[in-house]
């Protein structure tokens, strides 16, 4: 008996790819008595009018602006009656704004534009990017390269520009959009790149594009001299990630496992392997914005990292099954389980605040999304989450971080 419990404690601490020591978190026994303050929400049920049960709505896309004064929301809702789809896009501010603003895409770029993307281009200015989707009246069925962006001000309208390429699908600090070709929206400039073969990525704030090919290879691109890096790997469908500094990167297979590389190496430093596969691996892995740290969830325990040296800092054992993880600028771990949403200090591992909800399981609630879901603001002073309100309808909450 006494083997069987050595080999036990071995296996759970293998979890970091060595043998070495860490602390171990039960959040059990850290409960807080702090909750999160609820600064605003944005009941799902009423956008489309109606608000009957024949709606599904899927959340594309939920952005807060730059100084989080604002937040996005980009919905498509589907009738199941007329078979019709409708975008919409809504934009409140993180106050509580009752009568938030509505764009209706459709109306703008027309609907042959199906694929879109709205975000903020600044605090007070929106865009919204259509493409066309190709129909069997054109030759060898090939899809048109035309997109179409129309600018808005929070106050007036302007005139729309045209752009050609196909719709890449990757968006990032709202400069530049990945497909055929990059478009910086405030210049206008357009650089064309290679042919990249997947729509998931993480783009810097200097430019580079960091990538993963199906069979592991991971790669970072540079826009503006238009140069290529690359890195071997053993991981399925890699999603990388670069550290605050662009020294190292993580990338998270859809395995559940990690490894991570400095830039100047091809071999990586270290792995991990979590115990479980995850539901959305890239919502499990959260890269720190200012540190050499990051933390990868797995099932119900968050592992906390350092880059430089690699090694395994912190285990978190919640209670519940963690879908998403964040760090914030401000040093908080922010977990988000089936059951509540914790906040935690990087630095001491100390639980701060917790807020208990319902996470929304209708079916007018976003089915791209899951049942659980948490975005946090670029200055990590909210994060918001999809719930069910007191009388059971789908709801977006923001919430303040302490």
Request: charged share 20%; with cysteine.
């Amino acid at each position: 008996m006494k083997v069987l419990l050595n080999i036990a404690l071995i296996a759970a601490v293998y979890l970091s790819g060595c043998s070495a020591p860490h602390d171990v978190i039960e959040s059990s026994r850290q409960r807080s008595d702090n909750t999160l303050e609820k600064v605003s929400s944005f009941n799902l049920r009423g956008v489309s009018g109606a608000g009957t049960d024949n709606t599904y709505i899927t959340i594309e896309r939920l952005q807060f602006s730059e100084n989080a004064d604002r937040y996005l929301l980009q919905l498509e809702l589907w009738n199941v009656d007329t078979r019709e789809f409708q975008h919409l896009v809504f934009v409140s501010n993180t106050k509580g704004d009752s009568n938030p603003a509505r764009y209706n895409p459709d109306d703008v770029l027309g609907k042959s534009y199906q694929r879109q993307l709205a975000g903020f281009l600044s605090d007070d200015r929106l865009f919204v990017y259509g493409d066309m989707v190709g129909d069997s009246s054109q030759e060898n069925g090939s899809l048109p390269s035309d997109g179409r962006l129309r600018i808005f001000s929070l106050e007036e309208s302007e005139s729309a520009r045209a752009y050609s390429g196909r719709f890449g699908g990757t968006l990032s600090n709202d400069r530049f959009l990945l497909g055929d070709s990059a478009i910086e929206w405030k210049t206008g400039k357009i650089h064309e790149i290679p042919s990249i073969p997947t729509r998931r990525g993480t783009l810097t704030d200097d430019d580079w594009f960091y990538f993963g090919e199906r069979q592991g290879q991971i790669h970072r691109f540079h826009i503006p001299d238009q140069s290529l890096e690359s890195w071997p790997s053993d991981l399925l469908m890699p999603l990388p990630k670069p550290s605050a500094d662009n020294n190292y990167i993580v990338a998270v297979g859809a395995e559940g496992n990690c490894s991570v590389w400095e830039v100047t190496a091809q071999d990586p430093i270290g792995n991990c392997t979590p115990a479980e596969r995850p539901i959305n691996p890239d919502r499990h892995l959260a890269m720190h914005p200012e540190e050499n740290v990051f933390a990868i969830a797995s099932a119900t325990r968050v592992f906390l990292y350092d880059l430089a040296p690699f090694k395994l800092i912190t285990e978190f054992d919640l209670s519940s099954e963690v879908h998403h993880v964040g760090i914030t600028q401000s040093n908080r771990l922010v977990i988000t389980t089936l059951s509540d949403v914790q906040i935690w200090d990087v630095s001491s591992q100390k639980l701060i605040a917790q807020q208990e909800y319902n996470p929304s399981k209708t079916q007018t609630g976003s089915t791209g999304w899951g049942y659980a879901f948490q975005h946090i603001s670029k200055n990590g002073h909210f994060v918001a989450v999809k719930e069910t309100d007191p009388d059971g309808n789908p709801t977006i909450g923001i919430y303040k971080i302490p």
